[in-house]
């Protein structure tokens, strides 16, 4: 009842018998002293308080943790109860603040945690025992660093000290744990200073977040991005080669040929073109089936392929039409290379189960033309264009007659 009727007074206060034994003890001295009714009520006050004066005067009193509580006390006496009010001094006015706000970061979600001078642990919210997977009873008293199993870096709550003794910040960390229930996580803290009235450090808040769950995402989202950058340069290698022979197909042909002919028009070389068509492919589609043409196919591009200097690209313009790219090659040399692709059989026998008697041999067409002076100077479609447009025609001119 005596501690009921003391919360009328805003000032922590309390009440003794006659022999100094605690009778009342108002809400407002558990939030300063950190101690509730509960604890001190029948406990002599010099075991709670340490020394009160019986009379009105300044007094200088110890909280639950032994910090000092300075302020003014006013006293008076009521049937043999004596009754004892205290008002905070300024320098201590945070007291009141600081055990109301420990009340409020029970409800907030990040772990909060406070250490003294000598990195033990001094409360713990629910938030931290949530996190740390620890309670605050067994906490308490303890060092930081036993909060987790194990700390990537253990300098890391050395590191907050020395920053914040210096008067410097200390936030945006990243610190990886192994919780004591065996889970890695990774926390973003950040420190506040506790300075006492002359400015000298006392301790620290650490306030931490659990970012494990972001870190998660951001690494999926990174493999992610990597599989479609991955596939995205699959998809870009599959448009420009052919897919059944492996030589360019006919956009990075055109690429690689505009390359040539600017190249040409700046340094003065020469640029050939080299275009080739299979003779009696046609009837080896109608006669064995496409997929013996498809063979004759990448027989005829490995033989291309191998003819060719490293300098060259080869590419496929149709169904069996092939083109090559031959940049600062002289006349003699390419006039060599159309003689070697020209010499091609099929590196083995066609069947002659299906053979028809009127099929022709299968062989190959060869025309060589060199760019112009104008074709090498010209935008990309116009030179680029024209030049293919003239090896196809020579192949077309050149085409031996069918059987």
Request: proline share 6%; glycine share 8%; net charge negative.
């Amino acid at each position: 009842m005596a501690s009921r009727f003391l919360d009328r007074f805003p000032d922590p206060t309390w009440s003794l018998d006659h022999d100094g034994l605690l009778v009342g003890w108002n809400t407002a001295a558990e939030n300063v002293f950190g101690r509730t009714a509960a604890e001190v009520l029948g406990t002599p006050v010099l075991d709670v308080l340490g020394q009160v004066p019986p009379s009105t005067g300044p007094v200088e009193l110890h909280d639950s943790l032994g910090r000092l509580v300075h302020g003014a006390v006013v006293t008076w006496s009521v049937d043999e109860v004596h009754h004892t009010a205290l008002r905070v001094s300024t320098g201590d006015a945070g007291v009141v603040s600081r055990r109301l706000l420990e009340g409020l970061l029970e409800h907030v979600s990040d772990a909060i945690v406070t250490v003294d001078a000598d990195g033990l642990v001094l409360s713990l919210n629910k938030g931290a025992e949530k996190l740390y997977g620890v309670t605050a009873h067994d906490a308490t008293g303890q060092p930081a660093r036993s909060l987790a199993r194990s700390v990537g870096n253990p300098g890391d709550l050395d590191a907050m000290r020395t920053a914040l003794v210096a008067g410097e910040p200390w936030y945006g960390v990243e610190v990886q744990l192994t919780t004591h229930a065996g889970r890695e996580i990774v926390v973003d803290s950040a420190a506040t200073a506790v300075l006492d009235p002359g400015g000298a450090y006392v301790g620290a808040i650490l306030v931490s977040r659990d970012i494990t769950p972001v870190r998660e995402l951001e690494q999926s989202l990174r493999a992610a991005t990597r599989a479609l950058r991955d596939r995205a340069s699959q998809i870009a290698k599959a448009t420009h080669r052919d897919s059944l022979t492996g030589v360019a197909a006919r956009s990075l042909l055109q690429e690689r040929l505009a390359a040539a002919l600017t190249a040409a028009a700046e340094n003065d070389e020469p640029v050939w073109v080299l275009a080739t068509d299979l003779d009696g492919f046609r009837a080896v589609n109608d006669s064995y089936g496409l997929a013996t043409g498809d063979a004759v196919l990448i027989a005829f591009a490995a033989h291309l392929r191998a003819a060719l200097p490293p300098s060259a690209t080869a590419g496929r313009l149709g169904a069996d039409e092939f083109a090559v790219v031959l940049p600062g090659l002289d006349e003699e040399e390419a006039a060599r290379l159309a003689r070697a692709v020209t010499g091609w059989t099929p590196p083995t026998p066609l069947p002659t189960r299906g053979r028809r008697s009127d099929d022709p041999d299968v062989g190959v067409t060869v025309a060589v033309v060199r760019a112009t002076p104008l074709e090498c100077r010209s935008p990309f479609d116009t030179g680029v264009r024209s030049l293919l447009q003239r090896a196809e025609d020579a192949v077309a001119a050149a085409k031996r007659p069918t059987l």
